[in-house]
């Protein structure tokens, strides 16, 4: 089945640094690559998405280009601030089941 | 309004205790889910509603039920709950799907503990 590895548990960072969370996937198909952001107390929340090879997605100063030669969606920010405190989950979407196929999710923590 | 609501936020169950967790939106969204999450394991999804159809997970079909009585509701039924139930558990609607273009909009989720 289809399955998304992105790099696992906590990340601390400082303000101002550089952000790169890791994700691979794996899919029969031709999957659309989604990352979610999650903020303490509520539920996940779209980030962006790519459906293509070399289609690059980005949203609020984060960025990832989707590689289907490699499988894999990094995510990346230039400069992380506190407010980019959460839970950011790399997930899939094939095209012929409905639904996400979630990473476990990386938990980032920035520090003024 | 993208807004999921869960209620409720909280809930403590007795093992073999019946649980209803319920899930509504007001986006007029044809599909509803719900996901489990574990503590160090990934959103598993549980089922779907596609308007009026439910589609289970093979591995999940029989521990859950599900009911939609209209559009914008959609509860998730544990008949007798075991420890393993524990987990929180995430509501989640989107449009008429294009198979993979479609967002979810999540819900806050509902923490169900289990003793």
């Known amino acids: 089945g289809d399955s998304v590895t992105q790099t696992e548990g906590q990340v601390a960072l400082s303000e101002e640094d550089f952000l790169t969370i890791h994700c691979n996937y794996s899919a029969s198909g031709y999957p659309t690559l989604f990352w979610y952001v999650q903020y303490p107390g509520e539920g996940p929340q779209l980030l962006f998405r790519?459906?293509?090879?070399?289609e690059k997605g980005s949203s609020r100063g984060f960025e990832a280009t989707y590689d289907k030669g490699t499988t894999s969606f990094h995510l990346r920010k230039a400069s992380v601030q506190e407010s980019d405190s959460a839970v950011y989950y790399c997930a899939l979407s094939d095209h012929y089941a409905q639904g996400l196929t979630f990473g476990l999710g990386t938990r980032v923590s920035v520090f003024p | 309004d993208t807004t999921v609501k869960q209620n409720p936020r909280y809930k403590l169950a007795r093992v073999g205790k019946p649980v209803n967790l319920i899930c509504s939106q007001t986006?007029?969204?044809?599909?509803m889910y719900w996901y489990q999450k574990k503590p160090n394991q990934a959103p598993k999804l549980l089922l779907f509603y596609y308007d009026k159809i439910l589609n289970r997970e093979a591995d999940t079909f029989e521990k859950f039920q599900s009911s939609r009585p209209n559009n914008s509701f959609c509860s998730l039924y544990i008949g007798s709950a075991g420890l393993e139930y524990s987990a929180m558990y995430l509501c989640?609607?989107?449009?008429?799907?294009?198979?993979?273009?479609?967002?979810?909009?999540f819900g806050a989720g509902t923490r169900l503990s289990v003793l």
């Open positions: 790519a459906s293509r090879d070399k």
């Open positions: 989640a609607s989107s449009r008429d799907p294009d198979w993979g273009q479609n967002t979810l909009y």
């Open positions: 986006m007029n969204h044809d599909t």
